[in-house]
């Protein structure tokens, strides 16, 4: 067990310690895991995202292969070629260099395409995660719902709404 899991558990029940003084709170949890798993929007987001990057790994690689070969070729001719050849072909390698590092920058950098999106579709999708824990919470009369991926130890299986939250996940995916 490590110290900041022992610090969130002790912190968790200095917080709750109070109401249940006053009277008997309901949590529940989930495990967001699972939902990962077994909500649909999550795999078709991620196969999304593994095409895409796929795509601009191929891209990449194409990119490379052309920057090798025009290395290799500059190599083999330029001790029998002209100043002025050797210029051009160091001119179209070092182009090309950083066309590959703008390149990645632009698809898989921190502000990079891929980044983007994967943060857009994860804001959508945990966005309609947390509207259905609110419902399955109020509906079942629940104070705080966990989540067990996190920092949870031990609870009662009774207390896991995680199949309640599928299922309003897959009502929710159904009215869109």
């Known amino acids: ?26 949590v529940g949890y989930v495990k967001s895991e699972r939902i990962r798993t077994e909500y649909e929007e999550f795999r078709d987001a991620e196969s999304q995202l593994q095409m895409d990057f796929r795509k601009v790994q191929f891209e990449y690689q194409i990119m490379v292969a052309k920057l090798d070969s025009l290395s290799q070729d500059f190599e083999t001719q330029r001790l029998m070629s002209s100043p002025e050849w050797r210029r051009k072909k160091e001119n179209q390698i070092s182009q090309l260099q950083q066309d590959i590092q703008l390149f990645q920058q632009q698809k898989v950098g921190p502000e990079g395409e891929l980044y983007k999106k994967q943060a857009q579709l994860e804001y959508e999708i945990l966005a309609q995660v947390k509207q259905a824990v609110d419902k399955v919470a109020i509906d079942k009369g629940y104070d705080y719902i966990l989540d067990a991926s996190v920092s949870l130890l031990y609870a009662k299986p ?19």
């Open 1 to 26: 067990m490590t110290r900041k899991t022992i610090m969130i558990a002790v912190l968790a029940g200095i917080i709750l310690l109070p109401f249940t003084v006053q009277g008997q709170i309901q």
């Open 158 to 176: 009774t207390y896991d709404v995680t199949d309640d939250v599928l299922h309003e996940l897959r009502k929710i995916s159904s009215e869109d």
